[in-house]
């Protein structure tokens, strides 16, 4: 081994392109749900995102302000909500012969660029996502007065990590089953704000929130409807070169790939102080991340919040008029203990600073800006390969106990689980293992059809000789 000498590896030949993929069933539009199946254009799928074409928007006609008096067309305005390109999405599902394999929700998406995106490259006109700033609603109305394109990335476990493209999906060897994407849309009143000028004796001018406002499409004059918007994916295809087609065509893949789990629960008391949780999850578990909201957030502003209706600020507000108009924030969570079984995992009652900007800064890329919680079972946070999990399968009493900060409103509770499951394509099907406890023929062990997939089973990272076949499953 020398300092003085370079080595370069010899990769195979391909070649990729982007191609675009429209929705054949359901109509493109807000409060929509539409699918698509993936195109056989080429040999794997490397990248998906959703193309997303919003209309140039301005106030409505008539605004009101809390007086009672018509507001002159200089004092309104409009604008999208923050992330719009997240938040203009309810969920997004990825089938496999029928049968789904993941489910993505508009939080995961957010909090997982937050947490994982690399310096440098954070999204942020690509989604029309926007810092906070004391005039940042002057950025989005200014953003909302010309027709966007938004390019939002659907973070599958297949492009969910940065040059990591061994774990494209083999497109090739799925001769009998067809990729489908569905994607639900938002209602229009969730994605939009109508604002008007006013003014506080201490705060000066600010945007106030006109309620149950629908802006105007700037281009047709008038009120906008659920089909101004256009959708469709842009699918990032890779082309192979003869041999190495023929291999990934002919062998059977068996991929280590990670999915998104959901438990919501409702805080129905304003008077609530804490909560204790019985987690649901299943399948080895890389972190838990949550984070608590407020019923009302269309409403209920707070001092850090991007604009109007900011589905993505998940902090308390404070009644303290002296730091701003919109009062103070602090954390919805005081301290958090998880128990398994009925042994404590940490500490019990660690506060939520030790969550919220700990565990992310010991673990991951970057360390979320507003209140989101989390606690990471992996040596390393947003990598592909597991370096530690937890078995969520084989614990019968996963429970997580959260103590809420003072006066908390009725607000929703929202747990993600990141969990790995072994995802295998053979003689032209795919399907996720179902029983993994049955040895290493995970062949034998897959569900082609309906059955949900339970799985029980501790990985190792090892990479072996048949093309595509990244995760070795180790019981």
């Not at 675009?20 to 359901?26: I, Q, R, T």
């Not at 009143?189 to 600010?206: L, M």
């Not at 087609?245 to 068996?254: K, L, N, Y």
Request: hydrophobic share 40%; aromatic share 12%.
């Amino acid at each position: 081994m020398t300092l003085f000498k370079s080595q370069h590896k010899r990769y195979t030949n391909f070649a990729e392109d982007f191609e675009e993929n429209d929705f054949s069933a359901g109509t493109v539009g807000f409060g929509q749900r539409v699918s698509a199946n993936v195109s056989r254009y080429g040999d794997l799928v490397s990248d998906v995102l959703l193309e997303v074409t919003l209309p140039a928007i301005q106030a409505s006609e008539s605004v009101v302000n809390g007086a009672g008096t018509e507001v002159a067309d200089a004092d309104k305005a409009a604008y999208w909500v923050n992330a719009i390109g997240y938040a203009i999405i309810s969920e997004v599902e990825i089938e496999i012969g029928g049968t789904e394999v993941d489910t993505l929700y508009s939080e995961w998406m957010f909090l997982w660029e937050e947490l994982t995106q690399r310096p440098g490259a954070r999204l942020g006109e690509q989604i029309g996502k926007f810092a906070y700033s004391a005039d940042v609603e002057e950025d989005m109305i200014e953003f909302a007065s010309q027709e966007r394109k938004l390019y939002v990335p659907l973070p599958f476990w297949f492009n969910k990590y940065w040059m990591e493209h061994g774990l494209s999906i083999p497109l090739i060897a799925l001769t009998y089953h067809e990729i489908k994407i569905k994607v639900s849309f938002r209602p229009l009143a969730d994605c939009c704000a109508v604002v008007y000028r006013e003014s506080d004796p201490t705060w000066g001018d600010y945007w106030a929130l006109a309620t149950d406002k629908i802006p105007i499409n700037t281009a047709s004059a008038s009120a906008m409807a659920a089909s101004d918007m256009d959708a469709r994916l842009l699918v990032s295809y890779v082309y192979l070169d003869q041999e190495e087609r023929q291999a990934f065509a002919s062998v059977q893949h068996e991929y280590l790939i990670t999915t998104t789990q959901r438990q919501m629960h409702s805080i129905t008391s304003a008077s609530a102080k804490s909560d204790q949780l019985k987690l649901y999850f299943n399948h080895p578990s890389n972190a838990l991340i949550w984070f608590v909201r407020p019923t009302d957030f269309k409403n209920l502003r707070r001092r850090f919040s991007v604009g109007h209706k900011d589905m993505f600020d998940f902090s308390l507000q404070k009644e303290d008029t002296t730091v701003s108009m919109w009062g103070d924030v602090t954390d919805s969570v005081a301290s958090a203990s998880l128990n398994l079984n009925g042994h404590s995992r940490f500490p019990d009652n660690l506060p939520g600073l030790f969550f919220r900007q700990v565990q992310p800064a010991l673990k991951w890329p970057n360390t979320p800006a507003g209140y989101t919680y989390l606690f990471t079972f992996a040596a390393i946070g947003g990598v592909w390969n597991p370096t530690s999990t937890l078995n969520m399968s084989r614990i019968d009493h996963v429970q997580l106990e959260l103590k809420y900060g003072d006066n908390i409103p009725t607000s929703d509770v929202v747990v993600f689980n990141e969990a790995y499951n072994l995802l295998v394509i053979k003689e032209g099907m795919g399907g996720e293992v179902k029983d993994p406890m049955g040895g290493l023929d995970a062949s034998s062990r897959v569900s082609w059809g309906r059955e949900a997939p339970v799985l029980s089973c501790g990985f190792t990272q090892e990479r072996y000789s048949s093309p595509g076949a990244l995760g070795l499953l180790v019981c």
